[in-house]
């Protein structure tokens, strides 16, 4: 069975869909850590109520980013983790840490990538005045949101749409399409080819 590793931030309501996820049966994969850099981050409860052990690594304990980071990977790498799973993560990734997990690293954003990357990704598109948004998967890369996309979900943008009920929407999806992704590569069934994530076709009779 294919271990993961959580990162968060805040009050990990992805990281929740993906237990949920396996905890149905849906996802065939161990969550070995739940890791945070903020201690008072509701999302390490979430995980302590599914008997899924955490580990808080705080950024401002560290003199550099990729002090920090090495401190991460060392956590990471005691799991033996065969993904890092970034739900709410609010911390840059750098180099150092993106070529140690290459192509082992899976991110959600809140809007269609390539537009609108980068932080507040929902108001970025709400204030542009577009008319369909949503959200994607996507391996992390050593760029900003640039990694190869994995899965998207597409929502319109409502006449009386706010912010609010606009993020609202789009994060149930997040919890639709997370699940999925992470089923898609524990199967074994998401190939890299350059820019392009090419998913392969599942076992006769699953309906995949």
């Known amino acids: 069975m294919k271990r993961v590793a959580v990162l968060i931030s805040g009050g990990g309501s992805n990281l929740q869909s993906i237990i949920d996820a396996v905890e149905s049966g849906y996802l065939d994969l161990e969550i070995s850590v739940v890791i945070s850099n903020k201690e008072e981050a509701f999302g ?3 995980a302590r109520n599914h008997g899924i052990p955490t580990a808080v690594v705080r950024h401002g304990d560290f003199d ?3 002090e920090f980071e090495r401190a991460l990977i060392q956590t990471l790498d005691s799991r033996s983790v065969d993904l890092v799973v970034l739900a709410g993560f609010m911390r840059v990734l750098t180099p150092l840490f993106v070529r140690h997990y290459h192509h082992r690293i899976m991110n959600i954003h809140p809007a269609l990538l390539p537009s609108f990357p980068g932080i507040h990704g929902q108001e970025q598109a709400f204030d542009y005045g577009v008319r369909f948004t949503g959200c994607t998967t996507h391996f992390v890369d050593e760029g900003t949101d640039t990694g190869p996309i994995i899965l998207q979900a597409v929502l319109p943008v409502l006449p009386d749409d706010t912010v609010q009920t606009l993020a609202a929407r789009i994060l149930k999806e997040e919890h ?7 089923r ?3 199967e ?3 190939r890299i080819e350059g820019r392009k994530v090419v998913i392969l076709p599942g076992k006769p009779g699953t309906g995949d």
Do not use: K, V
Request: glycine content about 6%; hydrophobic content about 30%; proline content about 5%.
């Open 176 to 182: 639709r399409i997370y699940p999925e992704s992470l």
């Open 64 to 66: 550099s980013r990729e």
């Open 44 to 46: 390490l409860t979430r």
């Open 188 to 190: 074994g069934r998401l």
């Open 184 to 186: 898609l590569w524990s």
